[in-house]
């Protein structure tokens, strides 16, 4: 386990924004985990689970958390582990599956999908998180979403330490995922993830398709967090920014894109220092616009820390 002292929070996250946390307690061996909580507890603050920090706003500061990193493996050598077919498991054909740990990073699972034709997962195309933030928020795009492939999770909880779950232990929904059983905090380990065979070439030309739209209406090459807020039942959040005049509004050293006006960019070359006030704030202006333009409160989708309860 390596535990690393006060360390800065803003270079783990893609929106490049944060203070420091009390700590960062890093994973390296499965069998850590039973002294995890008594490491926790000499510590102090509250845990806080970190993937990609691609769906991150963190406040400045000295910050009262603990980082806490799964299980990172050997990188990008590591493959998903074949178990055979579902209906060996659970009487459904069709599909194949595989064990994935959560520290994989997502484009590296989903070359490795394109390399062997395995099919499920083109919604995630340009998320840049890892699995286990991708299972934590239920991420996806065009249609797909990961929660609907997850047949099994390995999880850690202070209260039962390491334990396997069936599809019946979590709940999900559009970008919400939560484990049924009371706990202080969960930390997902692994997935056993189910996917379909499908041909190089159509495979491929989903892909291709999905990466294209991305490209073209999402600001892929700036620091962002993805998507600020998640899209109100029937309709989307980028639209309803862009009709309340948000694309391009500037505080500070952050605006909403002029790409899409969903997605709050850190303008790192302004010369100016990103604030998490000027980035909530601006949030808060947003969401009081549509507010006040449309009746509908936008609901966030990016996650802001710390999250203390
Ligand atoms: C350019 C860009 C494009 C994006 N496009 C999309 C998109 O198309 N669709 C979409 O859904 N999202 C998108 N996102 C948002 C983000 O990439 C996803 O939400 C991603 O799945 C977050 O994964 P992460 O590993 O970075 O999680 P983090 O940002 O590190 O964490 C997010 C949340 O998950 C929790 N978490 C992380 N790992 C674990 C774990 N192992 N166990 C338990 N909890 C955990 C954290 O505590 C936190 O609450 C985009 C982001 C960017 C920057």
Redesign the pocket.
């Known amino acids: 386990m390596i535990i690393e002292d006060r360390p800065a929070l803003a270079p783990l996250t ?1 929106l490049r924004l944060g203070g420091r946390a009390l700590a960062a307690v890093r994973l390296e061996r499965l069998e850590e985990l039973s002294r995890l909580p008594e490491t926790l507890k000499r510590i102090g603050g509250s845990p ?9 706003l963190i406040e400045d500061g000295e910050l009262p958390i603990v980082v806490v990193r ?1 299980l990172i493996g050997t990188g990008d050598k590591d493959e998903p582990q074949p178990l055979g077919r579902e209906s060996e498991h659970c009487g459904t054909e069709g599909n194949l599956l595989f064990r994935v740990d ?1 520290g994989m990073r997502v484009p590296h699972l989903l070359s490795w999908c394109v390399r062997h034709s395995l099919a499920g997962l083109e919604g995630l195309v ?5 699995v ?3 299972i ?2 239920n ?3 065009y249609g797909c979403s990961v929660a609907p492939l997850l047949r099994s999770l390995t999880v850690f909880t202070p209260e039962r330490g390491v334990h396997i779950l069936r599809p019946d232990g979590w709940k999900s929904a559009y ?1 919400r995922f939560c484990l049924k059983e009371d706990c202080s905090w ?3 380990l692994s997935a056993v993830l189910a996917l379909h065979v499908s041909t190089p070439p159509a495979l491929k030309s989903v892909f291709r398709e999905n990466f294209r739209r991305k490209k073209a209406n ?1 600001p ?1 090459r700036e620091h ?4 600020v807020f998640k899209n109100p039942e029937g309709d989307s959040a980028g639209r309803l920014l862009d009709a309340a005049g948000m694309k391009g509004v500037r505080r500070g050293a952050f605006f909403f894109s002029p790409v899409h006006a969903n997605f709050l960019v850190h303008d790192v070359r302004s010369g100016i220092l990103g604030t998490s006030a000027d980035a909530l704030a601006l949030i808060a202006e947003a969401r009081q616009r549509v507010k006040e333009r449309f009746g509908v409160t936008l609901d966030l989708e990016v ?1 802001v820390w710390p999250c203390l309860s």
Request: hydrophobic content about 40%.
């Open positions: 893609t806080h689970v970190l993937g990609g920090g691609s769906n991150l799964p959560a340009g998320v840049p998180g890892r286990g933030g991708a934590a928020m991420a996806g795009a970008r969960f930390m997902i999402q892929l962002t967090a993805g998507c996650r």
